[in-house]
């Protein structure tokens, strides 16, 4: 098993910035990716960001250039810097852990609302 907490969020109007934190506890040995995703209102979930065990990341094209992933091993932290926010940022921000132990097995934090102000 594999908890995720996530932590700041907020209200922050546009153009500005937020750092999104996750930590990470349990089984973490074996988590193969982790990444943030984001859900606004009446939309699906959508994949904003990974970072892979290798070191690999990804971006939406909605957020390249503007949002940075990045991950610490020793404080087992994956956070999401994000710059020049935008209106359309707005959404419920999850972090997730991909972790594969003989079959995949796919964990999620609680959320954290990011709020951009026009």
């Known amino acids: 098993q594999v908890q995720l907490v996530e932590s700041g969020g907020g209200l922050v109007q546009a153009g500005g910035s937020l750092r999104l934190s996750c930590l990470a506890s349990g089984s973490i040995f074996s988590i193969n990716v982790m990444g943030w995703y984001r859900q606004a209102l009446g939309k699906q979930r959508e994949l904003v960001a990974t970072?892979?065990?290798?070191?690999?990341?990804n971006y939406a094209d909605s957020v390249k250039g503007r949002f940075t992933i990045s991950r610490d091993n020793v404080k087992n932290t994956l956070y999401l810097q994000m710059f020049n926010l935008k209106p359309e940022d707005t959404a419920v921000y999850y972090c997730n852990a991909g972790q594969f132990r003989s079959r995949w097995y796919d964990y999620w934090g609680q959320g954290t609302q990011v709020t951009v102000s026009s």
């Open positions: 970072f892979t065990i290798g070191g690999s990341t």
